[in-house]
């Protein structure tokens, strides 16, 4: 058996991307009980992958390079047509401000809420909270500020959903990361009074 035949077959069946070191290693390791192929290193898989990424097109599919790893998924025309399989796991969908939130979290990370509330003037808990829930956004520490804030980063789900390899691939990352954000308001301050406001009830004219 030809070793590149298993290596289709493992990027096909993988629920997440996979990177060429461990296929390297899966493929030396071989099957349960099984003969594995003990000569295979880590630049041959790379070089099978690049015939791969050139090979399915052509089968409707594609080879993409995200997350630190690789895995196959169908040719983005032809998105339409898988649109009508049943039961197809699709990537979640994420709202506008949701969008807005997570560009400034993917950006500037590690952020904490009322950084990210200074930059987008609105209040953003619920959205930070479903960022989370998706598994496009995590906490990733306590921010040395007075009262120790959560800080929050992107996943390597972020990554694949749209797209990247890492991080750096963001469009203008060097650039964005180098502008000054405003500074979160005082939680006393008339600024956060506005945004208590503006997601609870209507304020009252005096």
Not at 29 to 36: F, R
Not at 73 to 95: D, I, M
Not at 98 to 121: D, F, K
Request: some cysteine.
């Amino acid at each position: 058996m030809e070793w590149s035949r298993v290596l289709e077959a493992l990027l096909f069946a993988a629920t997440e991307p996979l990177e060429p070191k461990r296929l390297a290693a899966i493929l030396r390791e071989g099957p349960e009980g099984g003969q594995g192929f003990p000569d295979v290193k880590e630049p041959e898989v790379r070089e099978e992958l690049a015939k791969l990424a050139e090979a399915l097109p052509a089968r409707g599919l594609i080879l993409r390079e995200v997350a630190g790893g690789f895995r196959i998924g169908t040719a983005p025309e032809l998105a339409g047509w898988v649109a009508k399989l049943k039961g197809v796991v699709r990537p979640p969908r994420l709202s506008p401000p949701a969008l807005e939130t997570m560009a400034v979290i993917a950006y500037r990370q590690p952020i904490s809420r009322a950084e990210v509330e200074a930059v987008r003037g609105v209040d953003c808990s619920g959205t930070l909270d479903t960022l989370v829930e998706r598994g496009v956004a995590k906490i990733v520490g306590r921010s040395d500020a007075p009262g120790r804030p959560i800080l929050y980063g992107t996943t390597d789900l972020f990554l694949e959903h749209f797209g990247l390899k890492d991080l750096e691939e963001l469009p203008n990352s060097e650039e964005l990361r180098r502008v000054k954000l405003p500074v979160p308001a005082d939680p006393a301050g008339p600024k956060q009074e506005e945004l208590i406001r503006e997601v609870g009830e209507p304020a009252t004219q005096s």
